[in-house]
């Protein structure tokens, strides 16, 4: 389970807890949108010739996903606790 309620994030997010729903909808195609762009940006600079860059695209990209997947969740729980 998140931490905090559909209630919680709809304040902390300025919609009501109706408009939650679709407000978690598009949140996550922005991550997936995030997450594509970094994607390639780690696939365009592999092999640059910054190892330190690299390496942290990498893990920019590893961080990423993990939005990507808690955000997910978030929007699977609201869609629970909304019924």
């Known amino acids: 389970m998140r931490p ?3 209630r919680d994030w709809a304040e902390t997010l300025g919609v009501g807890p ?3 729903p679709l407000l978690t909808r598009m949140l996550i195609h ?3 949108s995030l ?4 994607i390639r940006m ?3 600079l592999h092999e640059c010739p910054d190892q330190e860059l690299a ?3 990498f893990e920019l990209e590893r961080q990423m996903r993990d939005v990507v997947s808690r955000v997910r969740e ?3 729980e609201v869609l629970r606790e909304m019924r």
């Open 4 to 6: 905090g309620t559909a």
């Open 42 to 44: 780690r696939t365009t």
């Open 55 to 57: 390496e942290a695209l």
């Open 74 to 76: 978030l929007h699977v």
């Open 35 to 38: 997450d594509g762009a970094l």
């Open 30 to 32: 922005s991550a997936d």
């Open 18 to 20: 109706g408009d939650l």
